[in-house]
């Protein structure tokens, strides 16, 4: 068992700020403590922290340790502006450094509490139990790879995406961590304090489970991640083999009863609210003009193939997954394949990259219909069949087992 690890989340920069300390806070290791509203600025290449009677200089680091998380907690702003209830409140430690000729403030908050702001900010309106422990267990895997190896949080992850909706990945985690959240969710509360110190694990390593929103009836392996494996999710197994051709339009058109078959709405309002524009999760269908599919390619991938004019599926994956495709235009032809065919899916606007493609002319245009099953990036946690499960008594550890079956629960502090 380990001491509880701590996550360092950087909160802003500045060469002028205002800090607000609510409670007291120690300066450091020393039993000097800070309390009520300070300035940070740069003064010599040293960090200057002052108030009306007294002055702190550092030329690297100032670190202000709350007497306890609980009664403690800070805001920080740029000096010419006016605090306001907009600028959020961190609790945890306040660690000031200096890089060129600029503040960096950090907050350094305890891993429970990390997940706990994480949770409500993300599921602020949710109220179930099991599916809140779930997401818990995955924000806290990841939480505890950021707080050993520092990943960085530098990407900027699109989370309107389809593709990242309910990503809880290291590299996107700090994003969805807003300190002190504007409207907690005692059930999300709930949900961390019953899975305290647990991480998910396989093959004595830590976790990054991906989600989806919603996996079509089957969910994708992946030969990297060796904890996902091919899912159907439903009671009622079934073997085909969606990487043989012809199988997928069987499946699209004739699937079993599935989990994640179900109305949007009927999985609760935030869902909903959470998907909105979207009509159809599990099945849908798309037209583009084949002028469309050509500007995708010239301007976000600097291809330029001329007029599409067929588009062929060359290779599935488990969950019929479009891993390889060829497109022919009337200049050239192309193949795109992994990481680049499911970019295209994304910025064609596609809800999955699992679809058929008919070539028709509508209008006197040449155009696409692309026929898709599921919703989002099609591995790990189906997010749909989740809520399903929930709302059907299942735990979270058995919803878990059900899509992630070799994956364990591990107490690490």
């Given at each position: ?260 078959d179900k109305d949007k709405s009927k999985l609760g309002s935030w869902f909903d609210n959470e998907i909105k524009g ?19 390619l010239r301007n976000s991938f600097d291809m330029n193939i001329g007029s599409v004019e067929s588009i062929d599926i060359l290779e599935r994956g488990s969950s019929g997954a479009v891993l ?90």
């Open positions: 068992m380990i001491g509880k690890p701590e996550i360092d989340v950087h909160v802003c920069s500045g060469k002028k700020l205002s800090l607000d300390l609510e409670g007291e806070y120690f300066i450091g290791d020393s039993q000097r403590k800070l309390s009520g509203k300070w300035q940070v600025s740069i003064l010599d290449n040293k960090i200057q922290v002052e108030d009306d009677k007294e002055v702190i200089l550092s030329s690297s680091e100032i670190k202000l340790i709350p007497i306890g998380i609980d009664c403690c907690g800070f805001t920080i702003y740029p000096c010419n502006s006016k605090k306001t209830q907009a600028q959020r409140k961190y609790r945890g430690a306040v660690l000031l450094t200096f890089v060129e000729g600029t503040v960096q403030v950090w907050n350094e908050v305890d891993i429970e509490w990390f997940v706990t702001s994480v949770l409500c900010n993300k599921y602020s309106e949710f109220d179930s139990l099991e599916f809140l422990k779930l997401q818990a267990l995955i924000a806290r895997s990841s939480a505890f790879i950021l707080s050993k190896d520092n990943v960085s949080a530098d990407k900027q992850i699109n989370h309107e995406s389809l593709y990242n909706r309910f990503s809880l990945a290291p590299h996107e985690l700090k994003s969805l961590y807003l300190g002190v959240p504007e409207k907690c969710n005692e059930v999300a509360h709930k949900a961390v304090a019953e899975t305290e110190g647990n991480i998910l694990v396989f093959d004595d390593q830590v976790c990054i489970v991906p989600q989806t929103i919603c996996c079509g009836g089957i969910t994708e392996g992946d030969i990297d991640m060796k904890f996902l494996n091919r899912v159907c999710d439903s009671d009622h197994f079934t073997n085909i083999d969606l990487t043989q051709a012809g199988y997928f339009e069987q499946w699209y058109y004739r699937p079993i009863e599935c989990y994640c979207i009509s159809h999760l599990f099945r849908w269908t798309k037209t583009l003009a084949s002028v469309e599919i050509s500007s995708v390889k495709m060829r497109i022919k235009g009337n200049i050239e032809s192309i193949e795109m394949t992994g990481a680049d065919s499911q970019a295209f899916c994304e910025e064609l606007g596609l809800q999955s990259s699992a679809f058929l493609v008919e070539r028709k002319t509508l209008n006197k245009k040449l155009s696409f219909v692309f026929s898709g099953a599921g919703t989002g990036l099609g591995k790990g946690i189906c997010i749909a069949g989740a809520l399903e499960l929930a709302q059907n008594k299942k735990t979270a550890e058995q919803i878990l087992a059900h899509y992630l079956p070799l994956v364990l629960v591990e107490k690490q502090y």
